[in-house]
T-cell receptor
Framework: SQQGEEDPQALSIQEGENATMNCSYK?????LQWYRQNSGRGLVHLILIRSNEREKHSGRLRVTLDTSKKSSSLLITASRAADTASYFC????????????FGEGTQLTVNP | KAGVTQTPRYLIKTRGQQVTLSCSPI?????VSWYQQTPGQGLQFLFEYFSETQRNKGNFPGRFSGRQFSNSRSEMNVSTLELGDSALYLCASSSLGGTELFFGSGTQLSVL
């Protein structure tokens, strides 16, 4: 079963604009990760934020985590056409060991 | 360092048949996880193996099984295939104590 929901399901923007995706989850977590998937391919890890962190940056990516609201957001700044992909959040629940539970994903389209 | 390798890339089977998928993890990674991805259910955890032992299992019927060899390579088997088993099967490996998953490109299984 899915741990969380992602919002929006689809997002279409122009190159240079910022893209924000949100993720909600249901249980207590150890950490939250974001992955990217190009059509029909494997997932690529983008960034991890631990449950005791509130914000993290990596290049053009900014992730926030609000454990009180059980939600996270991923911001991609100055988007490029190459950022077109599906983005998934994944949680590492406190009781599940190493198993990740993925959200439903946001399909991002960046138009040149 | 070579990435996670999954074979075959595509498979077409008919209902009732069985199938075996293969995964070679990144060198030095001893944990291998399997996920099923479908448009309707998203990414669902199948199982995880570590040092030839199943460490975690998702909510799939017994027709889905797996194993891991001493060289950390893993196989998953699906017996008595059903139409609903059509999916992208993704394998991921991780290092000892690592939470980031490194995914292969997946095996696209079509059941006719």
């Amino acid at each position: 079963s899915q741990q969380g929901e992602e919002d929006p399901q689809a997002l279409s923007i122009q190159e240079g604009e910022n893209a924000t995706m949100n993720c909600s989850y249901k249980t207590s977590i150890n950490n939250l990760q974001w992955y990217r998937q190009n059509s029909g391919r494997g997932l690529v890890h983008l960034i991890l934020i631990r449950s005791n962190e509130r914000e993290k940056h990596s290049g053009r990516l900014r992730v926030t985590l609000d454990t009180s609201k059980k939600s996270s957001s991923l911001l991609i700044t100055a988007s490029r056409a190459a950022d077109t992909a599906s983005y998934f959040c994944a949680t590492d629940e406190e009781t599940s060991g190493s198993r990740l539970t993925f959200g439903e994903g946001t399909q991002l389209t960046v138009n040149p | 360092k070579a990435g996670v390798t999954q074979t075959p890339r595509y498979l077409i089977k008919t209902r009732g048949q069985q199938v075996t998928l293969s995964c070679s993890p990144i060198s030095g990674h001893r944990s291998v996880s399997w996920y099923q991805q479908t448009p309707g259910q998203g990414l669902q955890f199948l199982f995880e193996y570590f040092s030839e032992t199943q460490r975690n299992k998702g909510n799939f019927p017994g027709r889905f099984s797996g194993r891991q060899f001493s060289n950390s390579r893993s196989e998953m088997n699906v017996s008595t295939l059903e139409l609903g088993d059509s999916a992208l099967y993704l394998c991921a490996s991780s290092s000892l104590g690592g939470t980031e998953l490194f995914f292969g490109s997946g095996t696209q299984l079509s059941v006719l």
